[in-house]
């Protein structure tokens, strides 16, 4: 009798395939959930490989084909992926033992690509463990080993050690390969932190305060779908980073104002915008309908008004029909190179062109929504990404091209992070490794005509 393969690496398998082919992890992960039964602890090894494999792919694929008999074999797409989800077994999972996981990809290689596929994928995966440091060699300083082992764009890892220095970017890059906590912002409109603390322990949850954070809990051992959690249909908590939360309260909102979300999905950043003071009314504008109407859900879910519009923020018909605005936040498409923890994907996605690309699209959201700004008003444009071109690039062009604006710097003090403020910007990326937080960047403007 032929064992099956197992639930957990069947949908790692599937899920992979879908994200290789340009879906994003968690909504492939979601998809596979909704519609596949899966134990607990099926889900959550499922999930681990996924991401695990996601964060060190080019790693994965280096040791393969330094395993093959002849490296310049070309390799059935789908028998390297059954390859990355053993490897990744192997090396970072120790509750699974080696013989299990060459098993199970054995297993997986029968049912997928029939029996003659069972021998490479032992043959590969054997020459590995004989020969592991030989197959998974140790980086060098080289750019092109760190973007290989680490699994980043050599582009990205070049920029970056020309500006940071060597011995940072080894850290980051180290540290984006890392799991990131699951953090979660009470809803002060609902109840308490310590309410919210309550509720979790008290369902098993292991649940505690942020150091800094006054409204955020971290979760452990939470898969990532937060529907199942105690008080999330209720409107208890939002999901959103520590390294998120920092910027609506650099906008200042106060009671009475009015206030518009230029980039508003998924909808995190309105939320505490409404949360954060009474009678503020919002604004908030997507181009994206599908997340607009995830946004729209996400608000109603957690009892903040809003007016929801779909269109292009940086259109000048949609704007003509806006008034005013007493602050406005932009919290700008980017390449998002800041969060690579939550989204490993996006390392093989953005390339070396993208940043020019994203900071010329940022440059005109802010120059045609600076029109609707009142005199007086604070514009905040914010990224959750660390390129010089879409963070600094971008706050010196739109100052040369927009006079009547003056930079409002950011002080220390404005920021619970230690070390993510500097030089009137709020600017995480030097404090990223230490404090354990995302990679954003936010710069404050006034009107002073």
Same mark, same amino acid.
């Given at each position: 009798?032929?064992?099956?393969?197992?639930?957990?690496?069947?949908?790692?398998?599937?899920?992979?395939?879908?994200?290789?082919?340009?879906?994003?992890?968690?909504?492939?992960?979601?998809?596979?959930?909704?519609?596949?039964?899966?134990?607990?602890?099926?889900?959550?090894?499922?999930?681990?490989?996924?991401?695990?494999?996601?964060?060190?792919?080019?790693?994965?694929?280096?040791?393969?084909?330094?395993?093959?008999?002849?490296?310049?074999?070309?390799?059935?797409?789908?028998?390297?992926?059954?390859?990355?989800?053993?490897?990744?077994?192997?090396?970072?999972?120790?509750?699974?033992?080696?013989?299990?996981?060459?098993?199970?990809?054995?297993?997986?290689?029968?049912?997928?690509?029939?029996?003659?596929?069972?021998?490479?994928?032992?043959?590969?995966?054997?020459?590995?463990?004989?020969?592991?440091?030989?197959?998974?060699?140790?980086?060098?300083?080289?750019?092109?080993?760190?973007?290989?082992?680490?699994?980043?764009?050599?582009?990205?890892?070049?920029?970056?050690?020309?500006?940071?220095?060597?011995?940072?970017?080894?850290?980051?890059?180290?540290?984006?390969?890392?799991?990131?906590?699951?953090?979660?912002?009470?809803?002060?409109?609902?109840?308490?932190?310590?309410?919210?603390?309550?509720?979790?322990?008290?369902?098993?949850?292991?649940?505690?305060?942020?150091?800094?954070?006054?409204?955020?809990?971290?979760?452990?051992?939470?898969?990532?779908?937060?529907?199942?959690?105690?008080?999330?249909?209720?409107?208890?908590?939002?999901?959103?980073?520590?390294?998120?939360?920092?910027?609506?309260?650099?906008?200042?909102?106060?009671?009475?104002?009015?206030?518009?979300?230029?980039?508003?999905?998924?909808?995190?950043?309105?939320?505490?915008?409404?949360?954060?003071?009474?009678?503020?009314?919002?604004?908030?504008?997507?181009?994206?309908?599908?997340?607009?109407?995830?946004?729209?859900?996400?608000?109603?879910?957690?009892?903040?008004?809003?007016?929801?519009?779909?269109?292009?923020?940086?259109?000048?018909?949609?704007?003509?029909?806006?008034?005013?605005?007493?602050?406005?936040?932009?919290?700008?498409?980017?390449?998002?190179?800041?969060?690579?923890?939550?989204?490993?994907?996006?390392?093989?996605?953005?390339?070396?062109?993208?940043?020019?690309?994203?900071?010329?699209?940022?440059?005109?959201?802010?120059?045609?929504?600076?029109?609707?700004?009142?005199?007086? @008003?604070? $514009?905040?444009?914010?990224? /959750?990404? !660390?390129? &010089?071109?879409?963070?600094?690039?971008?706050? =010196?062009? %739109?100052? +040369?091209?927009?006079?009547?604006?003056?930079?409002?710097?950011?002080?220390?003090?404005?920021?619970?992070?230690?070390?993510?403020?500097?030089? @009137?910007? $709020?600017?995480?990326?030097? /404090?990223? !490794?230490? &404090?354990?937080?995302?990679?954003?960047?936010? =710069?404050? %403007?006034? +009107?002073?005509?």
């Amino acid at each position: 009798m032929v064992k099956s393969e197992s639930p957990a690496r069947r949908a790692a398998f599937h899920i992979l395939k879908k994200t290789l082919a340009g879906k994003y992890a968690e909504d492939a992960l979601n998809e596979y959930f909704l519609t596949n039964r899966l134990i607990s602890k099926d889900k959550s090894l499922a999930t681990e490989i996924v991401y695990g494999a996601m964060r060190r792919r080019n790693r994965l694929d280096g040791i393969i084909q330094r395993s093959l008999n002849d490296p310049s074999k070309k390799i059935n797409p789908d028998a390297r992926l059954i390859l990355i989800i053993a490897l990744y077994q192997l090396i970072f999972l120790d509750r699974v033992p080696q013989m299990a996981a060459v098993n199970e990809a054995a297993i997986q290689a029968r049912a997928l690509l029939g029996a003659g596929a069972v021998g490479f994928i032992n043959g590969v995966l054997r020459s590995f463990l004989r020969e592991q440091n030989r197959r998974d060699p140790a980086p060098t300083d080289d750019p092109d080993s760190l973007a290989e082992y680490f699994s980043h764009p050599v582009w990205l890892v070049r920029k970056l050690i020309d500006r940071y220095g060597l011995d940072y970017i080894k850290a980051w890059l180290a540290f984006n390969n890392t799991v990131p906590d699951f953090e979660v912002r009470v809803n002060p409109i609902k109840l308490t932190k310590d309410d919210l603390l309550s509720l979790f322990l008290e369902n098993g949850i292991d649940a505690q305060t942020h150091s800094s954070a006054a409204q955020t809990l971290i979760l452990k051992g939470i898969a990532r779908d937060p529907g199942l959690l105690p008080g999330f249909r209720e409107g208890f908590f939002s999901v959103q980073s520590v390294g998120s939360q920092l910027i609506v309260p650099l906008l200042k909102v106060r009671a009475g104002d009015s206030v518009l979300d230029a980039c508003a999905a998924p909808g995190g950043k309105t939320a505490q915008i409404g949360a954060s003071t009474s009678s503020v009314s919002i604004t908030a504008i997507e181009k994206n309908k599908f997340r607009l109407k995830s946004a729209q859900e996400n608000l109603t879910r957690l009892e903040v008004s809003a007016l929801m519009i779909w269109g292009d923020a940086a259109d000048p018909k949609l704007l003509d029909q806006l008034e005013q605005f007493d602050k406005i936040l932009v919290d700008a498409p980017c390449s998002t190179l800041g969060v690579l923890r939550r989204n490993p994907e996006s390392k093989y996605r953005v390339r070396a062109t993208d940043p020019n690309s994203y900071a010329r699209a940022q440059l005109k959201l802010l120059t045609a929504l600076g029109s609707k700004l009142k005199k007086g @008003g604070i $514009l905040l444009y914010s990224v /959750c990404t !660390v390129t &010089q071109e879409e963070t600094h690039g971008v706050v =010196a062009k %739109f100052l +040369k091209i927009r006079s009547e604006f003056k930079l409002s710097p950011i002080e220390p003090h404005e920021s619970v992070i230690p070390g993510s403020v500097g030089d @009137g910007y $709020l600017d995480t990326f030097a /404090c990223m !490794v230490e &404090q354990r937080v995302d990679g954003f960047f936010a =710069a404050r %403007f006034v +009107k002073s005509a």
